[in-house]
């Protein structure tokens, strides 16, 4: 048994998963050997395509599922073995299952009336939580007479009723529209943060896991490929998966050349491309002509008509399309190896440069830092 | 060819379109197959009975056509306490056998929605199962299930649990066990239907604000499944309150049904506006409760 002290218990962390796998069937691991901590006040995102395990891993949190190894403690206590309803965890669940029979607030009350609490206090905060969620005037409403975004936010307000120690957020936004999404997006985070409840989102949009948490994992295949702040997992993706799965990259092939001792830098890979040499910062362990990937994002390149000085780090080809967004323009650019490429040129920077038209013969050049070495 | 097409158009009315042609034929149904039976019963009801055959309504006098209505039946069945009591009677059994079977049934239908999917179709089958043998026939090995010296009584006292045959058959208990028996079915098939598409996540969310899943049942699943409860009850009770064939057959001589009665009007007494009226008196007594019930229903909603 592990001996508590008090800095101990100070330093665990609320969430704490510990190898916890789900094997269905025997064979079938839908979640495979995840260990994850997330403290106290944290709005973690759990992201990934459909089937990646992410929601097998929220509804183990929840206790609809039990692990088939490992443990989960929640601020200490372990809850591996308690039922769905033992555990001081809410759920917003997916199209909210809102209950069509009870009126908006006794949604809200539901989970207050199973701990027995009186009835002046469960009024008080029904009402609080309704006047948190805008919708005081809407009551004795039935779900079905609510447009999309207020179930949600009855959902939500339904959700954080009992001052869970965690919620869980399974697709938030999944069911509402484009637009409506990117608003209540920003809502839905200023809700959580004025409650202060420690969260778990599940979602496969990665531009609703970026905006929302202050911390995420990229899922496949029941594991975690990354865990991050959505800065790092962008900026520094581990993998070509993560790199393809957040955003748009263009990603280069390419060999491993000899080190480059002399180089002025303190740590760079020669990486002998199809259509260009490029040396990249990075301390990652390499070896000779081994295949590796080059990450550059679209934003981090600059176009030119005009050839740069330099040897490395710049590519040449031709425009086969531009595409105007308004802030800023796409273009594909084709290099000589038949490779297609991103580039996307900010509006006030495309204005220097506004000549570039199909069929130009132009140059992409970037920074160091904006690339990235993909070893896997 | 083409002036064939323009004539038959032609011949069809204006207002016959299709869409009021669908609209029409149920309605049509309804008026010529539910609707006239009953003004005709209604009618019957009203005349006098004249050796065979009821009499005519409207007898003409000169010009003037006069209406004769004969309430004779109607206060004769006011007047005799044995069709109050019968009517009570047919009721409380109707009623007993609907919420036996609801209480049967419930469980019933209940896992059969929860059990694997491909076992599903097998349990309906089984369910429809009794409705390959003939009613009649079905209710007539009850009789030699239950009789003094038939299957049961022999097996419970093979096992010595009772020392004499209990008499079983011809009580009101041996109608029971018939009417839940036969229509058990129309209570499970509604419900089933209803609690198959149940959708599992609100079970789950109750869970999930912590709700015990024995209270779950009552306060999520049991109000969602209404619509599936008020069906299979309807489809019991309705039909239950004129059976007639399973108290002839297994309720003995002194279980009061009004379908019993019915007959004797018509083919002991052949006394057809009698039967007309308890026919009529026992329509109102079921849809009256279903109206206001319906109109309720409706304004709640709203």
């Not at chain 2, 007898?59 to 009517?87: H, M, N, R």
């Not at chain 2, 009613?135 to 239950?146: G, H």
Request: include cysteine.
């Amino acid at each position: 048994m592990e001996n508590t002290s008090t800095s101990a218990l100070a330093n665990e962390p609320l969430l704490r998963i510990e190898g916890v796998s789900k094997i269905y069937d025997g064979h079938i691991k839908a979640v495979d050997q995840i260990t994850l901590n997330v403290a106290s006040g944290e709005i973690f995102a759990l992201l990934g395509g459909s089937g990646c395990g992410k929601s097998t891993l929220l509804r183990m949190l929840a206790g609809f599922e039990t692990p088939s190894q490992g443990r989960i403690y929640l601020g200490g206590t372990d809850i591996t073995d308690l039922a769905a309803y033992q555990r001081p965890i809410n759920m917003m669940f997916q199209s909210y299952a809102l209950f069509p029979h009870l009126s908006v607030s006794d949604n809200i009350a539901f989970g207050l009336r199973r701990d027995g609490m009186a009835k002046e206090a469960i009024a008080e905060r029904v009402e609080a939580m309704l006047k948190l969620v805008q919708l005081s005037q809407y009551t004795k409403r039935k779900p079905h007479q609510l447009s999309g975004g207020q179930q949600q936010r009855v959902a939500l307000a339904r959700s954080i009723a009992k001052q869970p120690k965690l919620l869980l957020l399974d697709e938030p936004l999944g069911a509402l529209d484009k637009k409506l999404r990117v608003s209540t997006q920003i809502e839905l985070v200023n809700i959580i943060k004025e409650v202060g409840v420690t969260c778990v989102l599940v979602t496969h949009d990665q531009e609703e896991a970026m905006t929302m948490a202050t911390r995420m994992a990229v899922m496949s295949a029941g594991s975690f490929l990354q865990v991050g702040s959505p800065k790092d997992i962008y900026q520094q993706p581990n993998s070509r998966q993560v790199a393809d799965f957040i955003g748009s990259v263009n990603i280069f092939d390419g060999l491993v050349k000899q080190s480059p001792a002399n180089s002025a830098q303190a740590q760079c890979i020669d990486v002998e491309c199809a259509d260009a040499l490029l040396r990249v910062p990075s301390n990652q362990a390499c070896h000779v002509d081994m295949a590796v990937g080059v990450a550059i994002r679209p934003e981090k390149m600059l176009l030119s008509h005009k050839k740069p000085s330099a040897k490395i780090n710049h590519v040449g080809g031709v425009i086969t399309e531009m595409t105007y967004f308004g802030a800023h323009t796409n273009y594909h650019v084709k290099l000589a190896s038949g490779k297609v490429l991103q580039v996307q040129v900010q509006s006030h920077v495309d204005e220097d440069n506004a000549d570039l038209s199909w069929g130009d013969q132009v140059y992409a050049s970037w920074g160091d830092n904006a690339m990235v070495l993909l070893t896997q | 060819m083409a002036s064939l097409m323009q004539t038959l158009k032609n011949s069809i009315p204006s207002w016959l379109t299709g869409r009021r042609l669908v609209i029409g034929l149920p309605y049509a149904w309804f008026l010529i197959l539910a609707f006239l039976p009953v003004l005709i019963v209604l009618k019957i009801s009203l005349s006098e009975m004249q050796s065979t055959a009821v009499s005519g309504m409207v007898s003409w006098q000169g010009a003037w056509p006069s209406i004769k209505l004969d309430v004779s039946s109607y206060l004769f069945l006011a007047s005799d306490e044995l069709y109050l009591a019968t009517y009570l009677s047919s009721i409380s059994y109707a009623f007993y056998t609907t919420v036996i079977c609801l209480g049967l049934g419930y469980p019933f239908a209940y896992f059969m929605a929860r059990a694997p999917k491909q076992w599903q179709a097998l349990l309906v089958m089984l369910i429809m199962l009794p409705f390959w043998t003939s009613f009649l026939l079905r209710i007539y090995a009850w009789k030699t299930l239950l009789v003094n010296n038939g299957l049961i009584n022999n097996a419970l006292l093979a096992i010595g649990w009772i020392d004499s045959p209990i008499e079983i058959l011809n009580t009101p208990f041996s109608l029971l066990i018939g009417m839940v028996y036969s229509y058990l079915p129309f209570m499970i098939l509604p419900l089933y239907a209803n609690l198959s598409k149940l959708d599992a996540r609100y079970l789950e969310a109750a869970a999930d604000l912590g709700c015990h899943p024995f209270k779950t049942f009552w306060l999520i699943t049991v109000p969602l499944s209404k619509a599936g409860i008020v069906a299979g009850c309807m489809l019991v009770f309705i039909p239950a309150v004129g059976e007639y064939v399973i108290p002839e057959l297994l309720g003995g001589p002194n279980t009061l049904m009004i379908g019993r009665v019915l007959w004797d009007e018509f083919f002991s007494n052949n006394d057809w506006p009698m039967a007309g009226a308890v026919t009529i008196v026992m329509l109102l007594l079921i849809m009256l409760p279903l109206a206001i019930y319906n109109k309720l229903q409706s304004e709640g909603r709203a």
